[in-house]
């Protein structure tokens, strides 16, 4: 009989640790890659669905451009100043820390916004007393059309207005094994006062990828000394 208890125990032993080390391999994987269910949602190898929730990843950085510049989505002027505000899938980022290396699945959106230099003033004198039909929460004495400043009771800056479209870079060896880096690039917009396009096509070299590959080759395509969250 005791020879029996101690069968038993030293199989629960092994199954024990059998369990630790599946559960201790499976941790690891996940530490150094992107999760399954934070991955891209392709409708085919050339579609892919606006990621949701995409706010809410991790920030890693927001560069400004001055009214009456164009947008990199499509070559358009946008009137007002232009914010470009990067996110970076939360899981992708933790793999970057632990390897220094970006993983596959790895997303990045630029998600762009413009200050209100249009409607919401005047055009001579440049005075800014709306903002969509209201009041804004703060008195906007006037603006600055060349520097996008504008001078309020709290103080004078450049404040974002509204959304007018979303850049998209996702790693994916299997869709793009000839890509530079395996990235596909792709622009949801420009838009003004409606949604962003559900879905996307992928884009040719020229608009998105020539500049990633001319500039970051060395950073795996990837402008991370421009984004302070990515600094080390």
Known sequence: MFKKTGIRLFNLSACLLAIAVT??????????????SARAKFES???????????????????????????????SVIEGAQFGNTYVEPSALAAYKKTGKWP?????????TASSLGDECDDKSGVC?????QKWPQ????????????????????FEAYYFGAGYMVKDAKRFPKAPGNWGYF???????????K?????PMEQCSGCHVANRADKDYVFSDLHLGLQQ
């Open 104 to 112: 596959d699945g790895t997303q990045f959106v630029k998600d762009f």
């Open 139 to 158: 008195d906007i004495e006037s603006c600055d059309k060349v520097t996008g400043e504008c001078k309020t009771t709290h103080g004078t800056g450049v």
């Open 187 to 197: 622009g949801f917009g420009p838009v003004k006062g409606t949604p962003y396009p």
């Open 23 to 36: 559960t201790g391999s499976s941790i690891a994987t996940a530490a150094e890659g992107v999760e399954a």
């Open 199 to 203: 879905t996307a096509e992928l884009r």
């Open 45 to 75: 190898n050339t579609v892919v669905k606006l990621p949701e929730g995409y706010r809410n990843w991790t920030h890693i950085g927001t560069y400004f451009k001055e009214p009456g510049k164009t947008t990199i989505l499509d070559g």
């Open 129 to 133: 007393t709306k903002n969509k039909g």
